[in-house]
């Protein structure tokens, strides 16, 4: 039998409540994704304190990502920026913008792997197609280069 504590509510079942888990950020991280993933974690969790949401963001990068990150806010401290601020710092460096030309050039020259699955292929030419700009005509292409790429 466990004994009663006189701990609140909240404080006994903090860390039995967690909801997923951010991952860590390190330099080889997909940005985009990590902030997406984080936002979830945010929602999921009802984090809705910037300080918290620096915390997490903070406690849950590498330490090379830690030491750039420090390096980006000099004169600063991370610990006196903004969840927000720190999100477009860290976005801004770790995916620059790259030039829509040569991600469609890359998309317009995909080919079907012949040991890439129907499903696989179609993952990676959504994948090319995303970083290419393409607007209302996304799913036209998309459609046009996944099947030119079958090779049949």
């Excluded at 910037?50 to 830690?66: D, P, Q, Y």
């Excluded at 913008?97 to 040569?102: D, E, Q």
């Excluded at 700009?133 to 996304?138: A, N």
């Amino acid at each position: 039998m466990t004994q009663p504590t006189n701990d609140p509510p909240a404080v006994r079942t903090l860390y039995s409540q967690v909801i997923g888990s951010p991952g860590i950020f390190d330099q080889d991280t997909n940005v985009k994704i990590y902030f997406a993933r984080l936002k979830n974690f945010f929602a999921a969790n009802g984090i809705t304190q910037e300080s918290k949401k620096r915390a997490i963001l903070l406690t849950s990068m590498s330490e090379e990502a830690h030491k750039t990150l420090f390096s980006l806010c000099l004169p600063e401290d991370p610990d006196n920026k903004t969840y927000e601020s720190l999100s477009d710092i860290l976005q801004k460096h770790y995916e620059p913008k790259k030039s829509y030309f040569a991600a469609r050039h890359q998309f317009y020259l995909a080919r079907k792997n012949h040991d890439e699955s129907v499903s696989q292929w179609g993952a990676r030419v959504r994948d090319l197609a995303s970083k290419c700009g393409f607007g209302p005509e996304l799913e036209i292409v998309v459609r046009d280069i996944f099947v030119i790429g079958m090779g049949y």
